[in-house]
């Protein structure tokens, strides 16, 4: 078991003993454990960063700013966003207010379970539905709530919902990450021999650097599933930043 | 890293370190060193306390590595890295005039043989003193060490089924090694 797996992960079964046991001879494993349990912080996006910077000192040959610098930035960047903060909630938002009430949710279709789902998202905000194809989410037609029944079962369903009946969480959905994931996925059977078959709702915002952060699983079958999804969201590929607003994917073992 | 070949991916820290030192490219230490941030950040964690100041610090490391990396014959990359981290974030916390907290002055790793023991590792005469050593130990401690030892459990498996702070785990486990330490030297001073 890799560090970072015990670390973000459940912490339960063989493995993690394992892993524990190492940590009684040898004392780089045991202190580094002892400081991630030690203190508290968002542990994975600095991982992140960190990789991200050594990789970038890696092949540009040159160091980033030292710390000082760097804070002495951050300051001023505060101060900088604030200002346009001001000025954008002042004077822009007023004029977009109407473009913003509806946000996309992206819902899978292709289970019987799911599509109820989505009935009732729609059902329940009278809404109009929109078909997409599942490689591109353009939007081809417009429908009324019935004509959710005719959505083909391997099609996605976008559901146009206002903010405030999802929580401002959404659904989306990252073709590169579902790439990573089929190829990259290590938990193929369970503790207990079973195979690893089953759907996983995760919930996370994406940080500025692009990396899922404060990653909550909202719904799985296993804590070994669960560690390896959140493994492969933090070493996996890039997602656009959402700034504070929590996102939502669906992945589907295996 | 992106551009390295694939087969830099699986090569040894030994080989990289060799790529390192007869080309001086980056991207080699770059690839062995990502192999260790986790590790490295979580020991700085340990000594400066802050997830700022352990970031700095592994940044601060990797620069040290990439001149120490090409002056040093280094034979086992691991464990020099880890004394470099350690050294590192203890030069830090003296500048700073911070004295070292007692828990992190503590040996961290104690008791290996009794652990080495525990593992399996033993002779014949020496599982028999094991297992009365083992006898003598206080309930709770002997329940946590044969569920870590012998079933394979956990520190969260052994709170979740015996309803111990995960804390108490921890300590219960480590008291009843030191237990174990001084019944088996005592049973060997006996014998010489």
């Given at each position: 078991?890799?560090?970072?797996?015990?670390?973000?992960?459940?912490?339960?079964?063989?493995?993690?003993?394992?892993?524990?046991?190492?940590?009684?001879?040898?004392?780089?494993?045991?202190?580094?454990?002892?400081?991630?349990?030690?203190?508290?912080?968002?542990?994975?996006?600095?991982?992140?960063?960190?990789?991200?910077?050594?990789?970038?000192?890696?092949?540009?040959?040159?160091?980033?700013?030292?710390?000082?610098?760097?804070?002495?930035?951050?300051?001023?960047?505060?101060?900088?966003?604030?200002?346009?903060?001001?000025?954008?909630?002042?004077?822009?938002?007023?004029?977009?207010?109407?473009?913003?009430?509806?946000?996309?949710?992206?819902?899978?279709?292709?289970?019987?379970l799911r599509m109820q789902a989505a009935k009732a998202v729609v059902a329940e905000n009278k809404m109009s539905v929109r078909t997409a194809n599942s490689e591109n989410a353009v939007t081809v037609e417009l429908y009324d709530s019935a004509a959710v029944e005719k959505v083909q079962s391997d099609e996605i369903v976008t559901v146009a919902v206002p903010m405030s009946a999802t929580g401002n969480n959404r659904f989306v959905r990252n073709l590169e990450f579902e790439e990573y994931?089929?190829?990259?996925?290590?938990?193929?059977?369970?503790?207990?021999?079973?195979?690893?078959?089953?759907?996983?709702?995760?919930?996370?915002?994406?940080?500025?650097?692009?990396?899922?952060?404060?990653?909550?699983?909202?719904?799985?079958?296993?804590?070994?599933?669960?560690?390896?999804?959140?493994?492969?969201?933090?070493?996996?590929?890039?997602?656009?930043?959402?700034?504070?607003?929590?996102?939502?994917?669906?992945?589907?073992?295996? | 890293?992106?551009?390295?070949?694939?087969?830099?991916?699986?090569?040894?820290?030994?080989?990289?370190?060799?790529?390192?030192?007869?080309?001086?490219?980056?991207?080699?230490?770059?690839?062995?060193?990502?192999?260790?941030?986790?590790?490295?950040?979580?020991?700085?964690?340990?000594?400066?306390?802050?997830?700022?100041?352990?970031?700095?610090?592994?940044?601060?490391?990797?620069?040290?590595?990439?001149?120490?990396?090409?002056?040093?014959?280094?034979?086992?990359?691991?464990?020099?890295?880890?004394?470099?981290?350690?050294?590192?974030?203890?030069?830090?916390?003296?500048?700073?005039?911070?004295?070292?907290?007692?828990?992190?002055?503590?040996?961290?790793?104690?008791?290996?043989?009794?652990?080495?023991?525990?593992?399996?590792?033993?002779?014949?005469?020496?599982?028999?003193?094991?297992?009365?050593?083992?006898?003598?130990?206080?309930?709770?401690?002997?329940?946590?060490?044969?569920?870590?030892?012998?079933?394979?459990?956990?520190?969260?498996?052994?709170?979740?089924?015996?309803?111990?702070?995960?804390?108490?785990?921890?300590?219960?486990?480590?008291?009843?090694?030191?237990?174990?330490?001084?019944?088996?030297?005592?049973?060997?001073?006996?014998?010489?």
């Open positions: 078991m890799k560090l970072t797996d015990y670390i973000f992960g459940s912490r339960r079964g063989r493995e993690a003993n394992r892993l524990e046991r190492d940590a009684m001879s040898d004392p780089f494993l045991a202190e580094a454990l002892d400081g991630f349990d030690g203190v508290y912080g968002n542990h994975s996006d600095k991982l992140a960063d960190l990789r991200q910077r050594i990789e970038h000192v890696s092949e540009h040959g040159k160091r980033t700013l030292p710390a000082l610098h760097r804070r002495r930035i951050a300051v001023w960047s505060s101060v900088a966003a604030v200002t346009l903060g001001t000025v954008v909630w002042l004077f822009v938002i007023p004029a977009f207010k109407m473009q913003e009430q509806d946000v996309p949710v992206m819902v899978a279709a292709n289970t019987p994931f089929r190829q990259n996925r290590k938990v193929t059977m369970l503790a207990d021999g079973s195979p690893a078959e089953g759907v996983v709702i995760v919930e996370f915002r994406v940080n500025d650097v692009g990396v899922p952060s404060a990653i909550q699983v909202v719904s799985g079958f296993s804590t070994e599933v669960n560690a390896d999804l959140i493994r492969l969201l933090i070493e996996g590929p890039r997602w656009e930043p959402t700034g504070d607003r929590r996102i939502r994917i669906e992945v589907t073992y295996p | 890293m992106p551009d390295i070949d694939k087969a830099n991916n699986a090569a040894s820290d030994e080989k990289l370190l060799a790529l390192y030192a007869q080309d001086k490219t980056n991207r080699y230490i770059g690839e062995l060193f990502g192999r260790y941030i986790p590790m490295v950040y979580g020991v700085c964690l340990r000594y400066l306390r802050n997830t700022d100041d352990a970031g700095d610090a592994v940044m601060d490391i990797f620069e040290e590595l990439t001149t120490k990396a090409g002056r040093y014959e280094i034979r086992e990359f691991r464990p020099w890295l880890y004394v470099l981290t350690k050294n590192h974030c203890l030069q830090k916390l003296r500048r700073r005039h911070t004295e070292l907290p007692e828990d992190i002055a503590a040996p961290i790793v104690e008791c290996l043989d009794v652990v080495k023991m525990l593992d399996g590792d033993v002779e014949a005469d020496d599982r028999a003193r094991l297992a009365e050593c083992m006898d003598k130990l206080p309930d709770k401690q002997r329940e946590c060490i044969i569920k870590f030892f012998y079933d394979d459990k956990s520190y969260a498996d052994i709170a979740a089924e015996t309803l111990y702070p995960l804390k108490s785990v921890k300590s219960l486990l480590q008291n009843g090694k030191r237990n174990l330490k001084i019944c088996l030297e005592r049973g060997n001073n006996e014998t010489d």
